[in-house]
T-cell receptor
Framework: DVKVTQSSRYLVKRTGEKVFLECVQDMDHENMFWYRQDPGLGLRLIYFSYDVKMKEKGDIPEGYSVSREKKERFSLILESASTNQTSMYLC?????????????FGSGTRLTVV | TQLLEQSPQFLSIQEGENLTVYCNSSSVFSSLQWYRQEPGEGPVLLVTVVTGGEVKKLKRLTFQFGDARKDSSLHITAAQPGDTGLYLCAGRGGQGAQKLVFGQGTRLTINP
């Protein structure tokens, strides 16, 4: 069974800390994504990567950066955490199948910044 | 910017009732997907529709893609408590577009 694993289910960090969220997929997918999910706003794309060392900004990249040194791993970095970055963070990977991209999501990391 | 609007945002009904959730846009999508998300978990893909007018069935769930590929609906027949969850529609833009645009979700509660 395909899997996307996020390193932490819950995190509590202090304002100003540098925060790393890790995501690993075991499906050899080329595309990986980071979304944040907030009530009433749905999923908003932060960054995505379509190949190793490649990255593109999504809709809300401010305050975030990403790293993809290996195909299976995509990291989201909060350079200096702020309280408005308290959210559920979801990692996903995708593969072209059946005429479209099928997404597999991780279980999410609920981050609280205090 | 492509947007997807889901309605209703919240729906609470009794077990055995039927319901329909709508996903609308002014933009054309090359395909549209529906996901279900349970508390504490990531969304799980239910279905993908790619052809205008396409209808797909998954047990008691019926998914339809609008003829113009701008909207979709999810109909549940004889809802069960196990159908409770957050339902998300997501659209893919033009050919080659790797990103999905998500609706804000419909939180469905089925009461026993």
């Amino acid at each position: 069974d395909v899997k996307v694993t996020q390193s932490s289910r819950y995190l509590v960090k202090r304002t100003g800390e540098k925060v790393f969220l890790e995501c690993v997929q075991d499906m050899d997918h080329e595309n990986m994504f980071w979304y944040r999910q907030d009530p009433g706003l749905g999923l908003r794309l932060i960054y995505f990567s379509y190949d190793v060392k490649m990255k593109e900004k999504g809709d809300i990249p401010e305050g975030y950066s990403v790293s993809r040194e290996k195909k299976e791993r995509f990291s989201l970095i909060l350079e200096s955490a702020s309280t408005n970055q308290t959210s559920m963070y979801l990692c996903a990977s995708s593969l072209w199948v059946g005429g479209t991209y099928g997404y597999t999501f991780g279980s999410g990391t609920r981050l609280t910044v205090v | 910017t492509q947007l997807l609007e889901q309605s209703p945002q919240f729906l609470s009904i009794q077990e055995g009732e039927n319901l329909t959730v709508y996903c609308n846009s002014s933009s054309v999508f090359s395909s549209l997907q529906w996901y279900r998300q349970e508390p504490g978990e990531g969304p799980v893909l239910l279905v993908t529709v790619v052809t205008g007018g396409e209808v797909k069935k998954l047990k008691r769930l019926t998914f339809q893609f609008g003829d113009a590929r701008k909207d979709s609906s999810l109909h549940i027949t004889a809802a069960q408590p196990g159908d409770t969850g957050l339902y998300l529609c997501a659209g893919r833009g033009g050919q080659g577009a790797q990103k999905l645009v998500f609706g804000q979700g419909t939180r469905l509660t089925i009461n026993p």
